[in-house]
């Protein structure tokens, strides 16, 4: 749901940069190699992606859970079963679908560690499609939309059928704000602000971030290994 200005993005992907974590839940694991926003690790080979994100007039009509940056309008795959975690609604289950599930950790204010695994939204085309039309989060959390610069702009909830909290965190990894968004099925949808200067929004189901341990005083950790 993210709309924004039109800016060259940077994708960066680490490899290689090893942490040792608890975990928050009854776990001895650690989801391993980390991104570790506070201070660049000499052990990661970084590889870089650009591409040109293009801003949309906020009357736009083009399909899209994020700020509109493509006209591409994709379905997750839908199973039969009957299954919807929208109150009141009864909609097949529709989890995300072609989203890379990576291991993330939060720090909380108190240092206690939680082990997270989220959907990573780093293009412009995972983007752009965001939790659109998804109805359950499956193995995810959440999904993490990822910037290589700080990002200010707006976010949306067109054609998104889950009430969704929203977390920002800055280039250090620290928690900056957070609200809820509701569901919007046609224009025209209320933007939301984002926080500004913020490298990372992670997006869960409405009411779920301080299960998470994501509040004032979290920190949060991506990294690059698939969730366990």
Known sequence: MWRGVRRTVTVITAVGAMASLAACADSSDSPGASIDLTS??????ITVESITVESVPVDSTVDSTTA????????????????????????????????????????????????????????????????????????GDGMAFVYDGPNTGSFWMKNTLLPLSIAFFGEDG???????????????????????????????????????????????????????
């Open 174 to 228: 620290t928690f900056l704000d957070a609200f809820d968004m509701e569901p919007c099925a046609a224009d025209p949808c209320p933007l939301y602000p984002t926080a500004p200067d913020f490298l990372v929004a992670i997006e869960v189901v409405e009411g779920d971030l301080l299960d998470l341990g994501i509040a004032e005083g979290s920190v949060l950790r991506l990294t690059d290994l698939p969730c366990p």
């Open 40 to 45: 660049p690790s000499t052990n990661a080979e």
């Open 68 to 139: 509109p940056e493509t006209t591409t309008t994709i379905a997750a795959r839908a199973t039969t079963t009957p299954v919807s975690t929208v109150p009141g609604t009864s909609v097949p289950l529709v989890e995300p679908d072609g989203f890379e599930a990576v291991a993330a950790t939060v720090t909380t204010a108190d240092g206690e560690v939680c082990e997270l695994c989220l959907w990573l939204a780093a293009s412009q085309r995972d983007r752009s499609r965001g939790l659109m039309g998804v109805t359950d989060l499956g193995r």
